[in-house]
C-alpha cells in the first residue's frame, strides 16, 4: 500500500482543492484562501500561489520572521458520481514567508516550512513526519487519475461491472471505480437500500506507467470474466 507520506504528497501534487488556513485571521471569502498553484521544493517546503490580495498574503508580508503559522487543508474528492464522494483529506501546518517576485501580476508566492501533516482517507489516518514527507514522491498515476476513472465509469462500464463476481456478493446493485493507484483499484459496490461496500483490487506488481496499468487492467478483467 502506499505510505502515508505518499498518499499526502500525492495529494498536496493534485488538483484537488486546497485552502491555506492561519489560526486567529478573521474568516475570508473562500476564492481568496484557495491556493492556485502548489509546488513541492527539493527540501519537502510548500510553495503555494495565492491571489495578492488575500488576508493570508498580508498576514505573512507583515509578519516578522516566520511567525506566521498556518495550515494547507486539502480535500479530496471522488471524481465520478458515487455515494460519500469525499476521499479524504490532508493537513500539512508550518510557516509561512513571502517569495516575492515568482508570481504573476496580482498573485504571490508563499513558502509554507512544513512542521506537521496529517492524512485520513480510504486507507485509513496517520500523522506523517515532515521527513518522509519531503522523501515521498507522488503516486504516478495521480496526473491521470481523473480522466482514467472517468473513462473506466463511462466506456468501460460492463467490464467493471464484471468484478462484482469477485467480491462474491448477489446484491450487488451498482458498480463504480472509485480511486486508482500504481498498486492497484478501488470500487465502490452500491446495495439495497442505499447501503455501499469498498473492494480492492490489488495489481500483481505495481505500476509504473499507462502501458502497465492497461496491462494490468486487462490481467483484472479477464479474471472477473472468468
Given amino acids: ?9 500525492t495529494l498536496v501534487q493534485s488538483t484537488c482543492s486546497a485552502v491555506l488556513l492561519v489560526p486567529g485571521l478573521p474568516p475570508t471569502r473562500p476564492e481568496q484562501a484557495t491556493t492556485e498553484v502548489r509546488t513541492v521544493g527539493p527540501d519537502g517546503d510548500l510553495f503555494l500561489v495565492l491571489p495578492a490580495d488575500s ?28 455515494p460519500h464522494r ?31 501533516a496529517y492524512v485520513d482517507d480510504l486507507w485509513g489516518a496517520s500523522a506523517v513526519d515532515p521527513e518522509d ?4 514522491q507522488p503516486d ?15 466506456a468501460h462500464d460492463e ?9 462474491e456478493r448477489a446484491d450487488v446493485t451498482r458498480v463504480t471505480p472509485l480511486a486508482l493507484d500504481r498498486f492497484g483499484l ?25 502501458t502497465d496499468l492497461r496491462r494490468a487492467m486487462h490481467q ?5 470474466a472468468g
Fill in 133 to 136: 514527507f519531503a522523501r515521498a
Fill in 220 to 224: 483484472l478483467f479477464e479474471a472477473a
Fill in 86 to 116: 469525499i476521499r479524504g483529506r490532508a493537513w500539512v501546518s508550518g510557516w509561512l514567508t513571502l517569495v516575492p517576485g515568482q508570481a504573476a501580476p496580482g498573485r504571490m508566492t508563499l513558502r509554507l516550512d512544513v512542521g506537521e
Fill in 55 to 82: 488576508p493570508v498574503v498580508r498576514a505573512a508580508t507583515h509578519a516578522q520572521d516566520d511567525e506566521v503559522r498556518a495550515v494547507l487543508e486539502l480535500t479530496d474528492v471522488a471524481p465520478v458520481s458515487v
Fill in 140 to 154: 504516478p498515476l495521480a496526473r491521470y487519475e481523473t480522466e482514467l476513472l472517468q473513462h473506466l465509469a463511462s
Fill in 1 to 9: 500500500m502506499p505510505s502515508a507520506a505518499e498518499r499526502t504528497r
Fill in 159 to 167: 467490464q467493471v461491472g464484471l468484478l462484482a463476481g469477485l467480491v
Fill in 186 to 210: 478501488r470500487v465502490r459496490f452500491g446495495r439495497g437500500g442505499g447501503h455501499t461496500f469498498d473492494a480492492r483490487f490489488d495489481f500483481p506488481e505495481p505500476v509504473t506507467d499507462i
